[in-house]
């Protein structure tokens, strides 16, 4: 609330002048008295500020230390601390980046990570929690779903597009949490001003002292909920509408990012509904409104060459031992070559504009089974500068695993049972049992680290996962003898083929 009095005629002028250039919703009472109901902003006012209170919204948090990081990712994965420290030492460099002169800044480009570990030891379980942590643009790719350019299939620059797709809508949601106090006030003031037929529009509102009592009466009921099942009249968009269109009449050349579907927009129609669905669908009108999409882009754009991050995986399977080498393949060299310019820094094109890649940090990892990493091109190798090996789990990781994360596979079925009404106990030596059934699975067959944890739990649970229904109420312990009795006689050699997923 921000009362203003003025009784000069020439002063409420300016006022009045002032007030309508920046959308202010006032009450102008008949004694020329007038009332602020809200002080709504413009998403360009709020957005609007200096360089350094930009980088102070959108380059990462100062609380997020190195350390924290790693204390983040030390409670849902074990071990790996050496790949846990590399790419909390990478956020932080993004954060001390902004925290320089302009002048310099430009020429600090981040040093790229490659991850070399075999499977199932946590590469991607990291990229998928550091996505979670961080409040940047991020993706993750995997690196055989890419073709070389030319050949049938998605070329490289499609991350750095799906890159930015991810950025506007991080931007998209920044603004709406930014902007929801405001238009959430508007739209109560537009349901206020039809419960109580007052007369007014969003910049102007006159009314008498005593509508002003009828208005804070209702305005105090409908903050209640008080006014949650009244009915009111609000006028709603008719849905937009595609037009069919085909993108093989292009001839070939209709890339999905640049081509822009014809919507067909529909008169506003009225609808009757209770203010409580009124004000879910009026909140969603008005705060499109508010959202100025140019806005939007722009800054979406700039946090995406500046601060995103892109997660390659399975990087070792477009990497060809000297000797399986016959020539150019479309998915292995091909797709490295086109790798070169974007993670070394270049331009890409996408439907919203021109986006640098100077600044964007990569981090690529692979198992590199059948080859190594320096089979990979050499100006490949210099752009991934730093290297991280993740160790192969062992018995104690596996265990490890099993109990310490925070949603660890025996809390989630646990968790998962009690929905039934039945308490799964799993006893210290069943869990020690897990580990070391997965670990000599694990040497005997392909070794795929703690993905084999879900097939051997899977197969000790299954038979009160299925009876759950009828056994609500009851415990079921599960100790070391049932778990050696469901996954015992698989531990023969001829039968471990059994536990290949």
Same mark, same amino acid.
Request: proline share 3%; net charge neutral.
């Given at each position: 609330m921000?009362p203003?009095?003025?009784?000069?005629?020439?002063h409420?002028?300016?006022l009045n002048s002032?007030?309508?250039?920046?959308r202010?919703?006032?009450?102008y009472l008949?004694t020329g008295e007038m009332?602020?109901?809200?002080?709504p902003?413009?998403a360009?006012?709020i957005?609007?500020?200096?360089e350094?209170e930009?980088?102070?919204k959108?380059?990462?948090?100062?609380?997020l230390?190195?350390?924290?990081?790693?204390?983040?990712?030390d409670?849902?994965?074990v071990g790996?601390?050496?790949a846990?420290?590399?790419?909390a030492v990478?956020?932080?460099?993004r954060?001390? +980046?902004?925290?320089?002169?302009?002048?310099?800044? *430009? $020429?600090?480009?981040?040093?790229?990570? !490659?991850?070399i570990?075999? =499977?199932?030891?946590?590469?991607t379980?990291?990229?998928?929690r550091?996505?979670?942590l961080?409040?940047?643009?991020?993706?993750?790719v995997e690196?055989?779903?890419?073709?070389?350019?030319?050949?049938?299939?998605?070329?490289?620059?499609?991350?750095?597009?799906?890159l930015?797709e991810?950025a506007?809508?991080i931007?998209?949601?920044?603004?709406?949490?930014?902007?929801?106090?405001?238009?959430?006030?508007?739209v109560a003031?537009?349901?206020?001003?039809?419960?109580?037929g007052?007369n007014?529009s969003?910049?102007?509102?006159?009314?008498?002292?005593e509508e002003?009592e009828?208005y804070?009466s209702y +305005?105090?009921?409908y903050y209640?909920?008080?006014? *949650? $099942?009244?009915?009111?009249?609000?006028? !709603?968009?008719?849905a937009? =509408?595609r037009?069919?269109?085909?993108v093989?009449?292009?001839?070939g050349?209709?890339?999905?990012?640049?081509?822009?579907?014809i919507?067909?927009v529909?008169k506003?129609q009225?609808?009757?509904?209770t203010?409580?669905d009124?004000r879910q669908?009026m909140?969603e009108?008005?705060?499109e409104k508010?959202?100025?999409n140019d806005q939007?882009?722009?800054e979406?754009?700039?946090?995406?060459?500046s601060d995103?991050?892109v997660f390659i995986?399975?990087?070792?399977?477009?990497?060809?031992?000297?000797?399986m080498?016959?020539?150019?393949?479309a998915?292995?060299e091909g797709v490295q070559?086109d790798l070169?310019p974007?993670i070394?820094?270049?331009a890409?094109?996408t439907?919203?504009?021109?986006i640098s890649?100077?600044?964007?940090l990569?981090i690529?990892?692979?198992?590199?089974h059948?080859?190594k990493?320096c089979?990979?091109?050499?100006?490949?190798?210099?752009?991934l500068?730093?290297?991280v090996?993740?160790?192969?789990?062992t018995k104690?990781?596996l265990y490890r695993?099993l109990?310490?994360?925070e949603?660890?596979?025996?809390k989630?079925?646990?968790?998962?049972?009690?929905?039934?009404g039945v308490?799964?106990?799993?006893t210290?030596?069943s869990i020690?049992?897990?580990?070391s059934?997965?670990d000599e699975?694990n040497?005997y067959?392909?070794?795929i680290?703690?993905?084999?944890l879900?097939?051997i739990?899977?197969k000790v649970?299954?038979?009160i996962?299925?009876?759950a229904p009828?056994?609500a109420?009851s415990?079921?312990i599960?100790?070391?003898?049932k778990?050696?009795?469901a996954?015992?006689h698989?531990l023969?050699?001829?039968?471990?083929s059994?536990?290949?997923?």
């Amino acid at each position: 609330m921000l009362p203003c009095l003025t009784r000069c005629s020439y002063h409420r002028h300016r006022l009045n002048s002032f007030i309508k250039s920046f959308r202010i919703p006032c009450i102008y009472l008949s004694t020329g008295e007038m009332f602020s109901i809200s002080k709504p902003k413009s998403a360009s006012s709020i957005l609007k500020g200096s360089e350094v209170e930009l980088d102070d919204k959108y380059r990462g948090k100062a609380s997020l230390t190195p350390s924290k990081v790693v204390e983040v990712l030390d409670r849902y994965i074990v071990g790996q601390s050496a790949a846990k420290r590399a790419v909390a030492v990478a956020l932080r460099n993004r954060w001390r +980046r902004h925290r320089i002169p302009f002048q310099v800044r *430009d $020429d600090i480009v981040p040093k790229n990570i !490659l991850m070399i570990g075999p =499977t199932g030891c946590g590469k991607t379980e990291i990229a998928r929690r550091l996505a979670k942590l961080i409040d940047a643009p991020f993706i993750k790719v995997e690196a055989t779903k890419f073709t070389e350019t030319g050949f049938h299939g998605r070329d490289v620059d499609q991350i750095i597009r799906d890159l930015v797709e991810n950025a506007i809508q991080i931007q998209r949601q920044k603004m709406r949490s930014e902007l929801i106090n405001e238009v959430e006030e508007i739209v109560a003031q537009q349901i206020l001003f039809k419960l109580t037929g007052l007369n007014g529009s969003q910049e102007n509102y006159n009314i008498s002292p005593e509508e002003e009592e009828t208005y804070y009466s209702y +305005r105090e009921l409908y903050y209640d909920g008080g006014l *949650d $099942d009244k009915k009111i009249t609000v006028e !709603l968009p008719e849905a937009r =509408t595609r037009m069919p269109f085909d993108v093989a009449s292009l001839g070939g050349l209709g890339n999905a990012d640049f081509i822009y579907k014809i919507e067909k927009v529909g008169k506003a129609q009225k609808a009757e509904m209770t203010v409580r669905d009124a004000r879910q669908k009026m909140v969603e009108i008005e705060m499109e409104k508010h959202l100025t999409n140019d806005q939007i882009t722009r800054e979406a754009l700039e946090l995406a060459q500046s601060d995103g991050i892109v997660f390659i995986d399975e990087i070792d399977k477009i990497v060809s031992a000297p000797d399986m080498r016959h020539g150019a393949d479309a998915s292995t060299e091909g797709v490295q070559r086109d790798l070169l310019p974007i993670i070394e820094g270049s331009a890409v094109t996408t439907k919203y504009g021109n986006i640098s890649t100077d600044h964007i940090l990569f981090i690529c990892s692979g198992a590199f089974h059948s080859c190594k990493p320096c089979d990979m091109l050499a100006e490949l190798q210099g752009r991934l500068p730093i290297r991280v090996e993740l160790k192969g789990l062992t018995k104690e990781d596996l265990y490890r695993i099993l109990t310490e994360p925070e949603t660890n596979l025996i809390k989630q079925q646990v968790l998962l049972m009690k929905t039934e009404g039945v308490d799964l106990v799993f006893t210290n030596d069943s869990i020690k049992e897990l580990a070391s059934v997965a670990d000599e699975v694990n040497r005997y067959v392909d070794n795929i680290g703690a993905r084999r944890l879900h097939t051997i739990i899977e197969k000790v649970v299954e038979e009160i996962s299925f009876n759950a229904p009828e056994k609500a109420g009851s415990t079921y312990i599960v100790d070391k003898e049932k778990v050696q009795s469901a996954v015992g006689h698989f531990l023969t050699k001829s039968d471990l083929s059994k536990f290949v997923l």
